[in-house]
């Protein structure tokens, strides 16, 4: 896979809205989502991938069928609104979803590589 290019498409089995704590550490870290919308898998119906990759703890479980050649790789992230339910402050609630958004930047900083094994 080196050399080529890697387009993300993001989507879950349920939309939630824009996460307006994941707007603001997304924007620390240089990236506007502000214009993004949460989007049902329903939504991509048609478009073929190369991989799907779940992020999310119970997306192995509730994971649509993708048809098509598509390799299905699950890499697990916590959920930063799970997370941060214990949180006594907003600084600790912000603390959860900059982990998560940092535990992923890492992931995707080895992707096309991570993919391909």
Sequence with gaps: ?????????????ET??????AVQVMA???V???????KNVAELRGAEFDFVVTVCSNARETCPVFPGQAK???VGFDDPPSLAREAKS???VLACYRRVRDEIRKFVETLP???AE
């Design 16 to 21: 939630h809205g824009l996460n307006r704590r």
């Design 90 to 92: 907003e600084e600790e």
């Design 1 to 13: 896979m080196r050399g080529e290019c890697v387009e993300p498409c993001s989507a879950g089995i």
């Design 72 to 74: 299905v790789v699950h």
């Design 28 to 30: 620390e870290a240089g």
């Design 113 to 115: 590589e991570s993919l």
């Design 32 to 38: 506007d989502i502000s214009g993004q919308k949460s």
